[in-house]
């Protein structure tokens, strides 16, 4: 059985320390916010190559095109992933970064 504080959610820490307050939407023709985008899409890309156990030998062999084109199919996911809203590393920098600017 789960204790009853559990699962109403009081043992979720606390934030502490001042509110942040919310992001204003990013302008999307923004040269910073697209800059934000693109590290993402590459920090992205390069988690699903370092994750990726590698094709199951099938028994027809992908050849060494196969070796080659893996980073373009994990930068095409990563391109959709972003533009799905990613994991909100765009968002983060962006909000850092205008400010940093102002």
């Known amino acids: 059985m789960i204790p009853s504080d559990i699962s109403q959610g009081t043992l979720a820490p606390r934030p502490s320390g001042p ?9 999307r023709t923004d040269p910073l916010w697209q800059a934000a ?45 972003v533009e799905a ?3 909100g590393l765009a968002e983060r920098l962006y909000a850092g970064l205008s400010r940093a600017a102002r």
């Open 19 to 27: 509110a942040l307050a919310p992001a204003a939407a990013p302008d």
């Open 37 to 81: 985008q693109a590290l993402e899409t590459g920090f992205l890309s390069e988690l699903l190559r370092l994750s990726d156990p590698g094709a199951p030998d099938t028994g027809f062999g992908g050849g060494a095109g196969e070796e080659q084109f893996r980073s373009f199919l994990f930068q095409a996911q990563a391109e959709r992933m």
């Open 85 to 87: 809203g990613g994991i």
